[in-house]
């Protein structure tokens, strides 16, 4: 079993790759393996809705300059994903809600049923404005939310300084300890991915 965790942050060696590498090594610790993904400073494109990937049936993004594509191909051999994001003005980063949103719609069936997680890290405020944003794609995903102790949120301003939040990094690792937990549990049933759904009914409003 293995878990995907993305770093959301530009930086490679900020406090939001800290808390996602205290998540990885208790994962590792539970016998799963734990791959981090960096998005970095580089440009990822928003959806323009143009809807290509699914008129033809790509099972990714129509545009493949940016990492969005590279992500989903990991996310085929994992099993559960982590999302980790710095808070920027009350919300994770644009590269955060472009990447997510991107993926999401073009790979559904790639991520339809897997055990996910959001992690925020801040300075000081606006951490749950932010947590609660990268959670409610995970929903409309049919992905289990994986919780914790606490929300997973995590303190620090300078480069590593979020590790000496003691009680966010316990939270990473109760949430590393329940991701475990719930996917040796479905594996271990041999259940199928997810449960047998009715079809969807989509209903407008504006009629």
């Known amino acids: 079993m293995k878990v995907l965790l993305i770093n959301a942050g530009p930086h490679p060696k ?3 790759f800290t808390a996602l590498s205290e998540v990885a090594k208790q994962l590792e610790k ?3 393996e734990a791959e981090i993904v960096q998005v ?14 699914r008129i033809q049936c790509l099972g990714r993004c129509v545009f493949d300059d940016d990492v969005c594509n590279r992500v989903i ?12 994001s ?9 590269a955060a809600l472009s990447l997510m949103q991107r993926m999401f719609f073009s790979a559904t069936s790639v991520f339809d049923g897997k055990p996910a997680a959001a ?14 944003t990268l959670n409610m794609p995970f929903m409309m995903m049919n992905m289990p939310v994986v919780t914790s102790q606490y929300w ?7 480069p590593g300084e979020v590790a000496l939040d003691v009680e966010g990094m316990q939270t990473m690792r109760t949430l590393a300890n329940n991701m475990a937990f719930m996917l040796k549990s479905i594996h271990a049933g ?18």
């Open 119 to 132: 992690v925020a890290v801040c300075r000081r405020g606006g951490a749950t404005a932010a947590f609660q």
């Open 40 to 53: 970095g400073a580089k440009p990822v494109r928003s959806c323009i809705a143009c809807g290509q990937c």
């Open 30 to 32: 539970n016998g799963l």
């Open 190 to 207: 041999g259940q199928p991915q997810c449960p047998e759904r009715e079809p969807w009914q989509p209903m407008h409003f504006i009629r």
């Open 73 to 84: 191909e990991k996310m085929e051999v994992c099993d559960a994903l982590v999302v980790g």
């Open 14 to 16: 900020g406090n939001t």
């Open 86 to 94: 710095p808070v920027y003005y009350g919300q994770p980063t644009g």
């Open 152 to 158: 997973n949120i995590a303190y620090g301003r300078e």
